[in-house]
């Protein structure tokens, strides 16, 4: 009798391409059965009558396949939505689950296996719109792991389990890109959604399961040639653990691939907006340094305006830093939009202040050093303080952080407020009017405004509206007062009464008919070309508005002189 090996086949037939080909089907067989033993921490999905089972998951193929041992390298973040099979949740475990459907964002790293065919996955699934308002819960988070069989596109995943180390240091990193970079909500917030939101009792008592099937797009499909775009499908179940019924009815999932590489361009790009935006200020403040670079001209600018400018751009210095510390691979582009803002705040803003903290008290520059120093003290103090509870405020009221920028633009009106005070002439510059406005708007109109933004915020055109009409209404305002005075706006009958410099004086009295400015005479009969201070001196129209525009101090005596 011929012998047999362990496939069947005589020595015969050994020689033949019969027994070759038993051979093969016989370690494909083999092959077939390690790649779909149970693997451990995965159940599978229970059948259903409108669920996906096993049968109708393995037969579904995608026509675009390389081939059956073509390997896809489906790690990246997946955008789509979310709908209940049955067009409503018909479960009464969580009725707070009233929508039908939503946005859904799916974050996965897929790592190969010992076993061949086999690659283990893990990764955060994000569910927008899932429950009702009275909660406040926008979105639902749940970290999954599971395996990717890719000889035939299927992907299997649990909820995870809580084990925490290495897992929750990938998944925390698999957040960290420009897509997920967006205003985070508070550890506070965080705290209250754990005890009251309805997700965090669903974990408890519920199962997660999600079957899905990964098809590749073509180029025509996805728009974009330069990398391969995949699509999941799939469904989630959700069985309760003691079998009570289902905490919620079946979710279809629908979601494709993101190219990231387009919002790191975008985040680039927008640094380098910042980054030119912060030097044009630079530039600005250049020339309104320039413009105000007397005691007198100082004195006229509110140090509220400028003081409320710096501690804006501290505040982008700081959110800058911290964007490129959470996204590591763009630290270098947001650190240098940070370094701008530090620089604009720091160094000209700061030192801006101090211009006109030390014109506003020209009195005290000869009481010492001591006391200038202690005086410098409570400035820089104030500043800081304000800053450090600005911040805190705005941490604890982050969820009205619309109103809040609103109200950091109103940065014109206290100079208004102050050229109606002092009734000045002319204290900033046209330019850095218009300039410091639009540059400003920049930002904010990016973020609430463009439709393409990279940190994904749904556009408000309604309050970008708003805040370019509000903030160019201060600007009108201020140019009124440019050319027409700065109370043009106010009645005559509720004005405080105004120092004339021409007011009428007595012909036969003593008086000195010299300018001490020019050094000659002064014709008193001349009303127009002799101004009188309330000290009682005398002289020319424009050498007094002249030297008004560098001290307002009377040449003579030294005393304080009032407006013009």
Not at 21 to 49: C, K, M, N, Y
Not at 368 to 386: C, P
Not at 450 to 458: A, D, L
């Amino acid at each position: 009798m011929m012998s047999r090996d362990g496939f069947g086949c005589s020595e015969y037939q050994r020689s033949g391409f019969g027994c070759f080909s038993r051979t093969i089907f016989a370690l494909w067989a083999v092959h077939i059965f390690l790649v779909f033993q149970p693997v451990d921490g995965l159940r599978p999905l229970r059948e259903r009558a409108r669920s996906w089972g096993d049968e109708w998951l393995f037969v579904r193929k995608d026509k675009s396949d390389l081939g059956p041992f073509s390997e896809w390298n489906i790690t990246g973040t997946y955008r789509g939505s979310w709908s209940f099979l049955d067009s409503k949740n018909n479960s009464s475990r969580f009725p707070d689950f009233r929508n039908s459907n939503g946005n859904s964002i799916i974050e996965l790293i897929s790592t190969p296996t010992k076993i061949s065919g086999v690659h283990y996955v893990q990764g955060v699934v994000i569910f927008h719109d899932v429950i009702g308002n009275e909660h406040d819960v926008s979105g639902v988070q749940i970290k999954v792991e599971g395996v990717y069989i890719w000889p035939f596109r299927q992907l299997r995943m649990v909820a995870n389990s809580g084990k925490g180390g290495e897992y929750e240091q990938e998944v925390d990193s698999i957040l960290s890109n420009p897509y997920h970079l967006v205003l985070q909500e508070s550890p506070q917030d965080k705290m209250w959604k754990r005890s009251h939101s309805p997700i965090y009792e669903m974990e408890k008592h519920c199962n997660i399961e999600i079957a899905a099937q990964i098809s590749h797009l073509s180029s025509a499909q996805n728009g974009n040639g330069e990398r391969d775009h995949y699509h999941i499908e799939g469904l989630m179940e959700s069985p309760a653990v003691d079998d009570d019924g289902d905490c919620f009815s079946p979710l279809a999932l629908n979601a494709t691939s993101v190219n990231i590489e387009i919002y790191y361009n975008k985040a680039v790009n927008y640094t380098l907006m910042v980054t030119f935006v912060s030097f044009l200020q630079v530039l600005l403040l250049i020339r309104q340094m320039e413009h105000s670079n007397t005691q007198s001209g100082a004195a006229k600018v509110s140090i509220l305006m400028i003081g409320q400018q710096a501690i804006m751009d501290a505040y982008l210095c700081l959110l800058h830093l911290t964007a490129g510390i959470l996204v590591e691979s763009l630290f270098n582009a947001f650190a240098t939009a940070a370094f701008f803002k530090f620089v604009v705040f720091s160094i000209f803003e700061m030192r801006y202040l101090l211009a006109i903290w030390k014109a506003s008290r020209p009195m005290n520059n000869g009481e010492g050093w001591e006391t200038m120093r202690r005086e410098l003290s409570v400035l820089y103090s104030r500043f800081y303080g304000i800053l450090l509870g600005g911040m805190f405020l705005m941490y604890e009221l982050h969820r009205f952080m619309r109103p809040i920028i609103f109200l950091m633009y109103s940065f014109w009106i206290p100079q208004i407020v102050t050229n109606v005070i002092r009734d000045s002439r002319k204290p900033l510059h046209i330019y850095y009017i218009l300039g410091i406005t639009i540059t400003r708007l920049a930002i904010p109109l990016y973020v609430f405004g463009c439709p393409h933004n990279f940190m994904r915020i749904q556009p408000d055109k309604t309050w970008c509206i708003c805040l370019g009409v509000f903030t160019f209404l201060q600007v009108a305002i201020l140019l009124l007062q440019h050319y027409f005075g700065s109370r043009w706006f106010i009645p005559r009958q509720i004005l405080p009464e105004k120092y004339s410099y021409y007011r009428r004086v007595d012909q036969n009295g003593n008086h000195t008919t010299d300018c001490v400015i020019c050094m000659t005479a002064i014709d008193v009969s001349r009303p127009n070309d002799c101004m009188i201070t309330p000290c009682d001196h005398f002289f020319h129209s424009g050498c007094l508005q002249r030297w008004m525009d560098i001290k307002m101090e009377c040449p003579t005596c030294r005393r304080l002189l009032p407006p013009v």
